[in-house]
C-alpha cells in the first residue's frame, strides 16, 4: 500500500472506482487529474495534445 505515490486517473469512471476502494479499505490516497481542455493549438497534428476525443 505504501509504494505507490499517486494515480493517474483519465476518467470518471476511474476516479469512481478509486473512490470506491479506497472507501471499503478506509484508505486515503493522491490523484493526479488528466485534464483535456480541447483547445486546438495549430501544430503538427503529431504533436497536437489536448484536442477532444
Do not use: W
Amino acid at each position: 500500500r505504501e509504494d505507490i505515490f499517486m494515480f493517474n486517473i483519465e476518467s470518471q469512471a476511474e476516479l469512481e472506482l478509486l473512490e470506491e476502494l479506497c472507501s471499503e479499505l478506509h484508505l486515503k490516497t493522491r490523484v493526479s487529474l488528466r485534464i483535456n481542455p480541447d483547445v486546438d493549438p495549430h501544430t503538427h497534428p503529431y504533436i497536437t495534445t489536448g484536442l477532444g476525443e
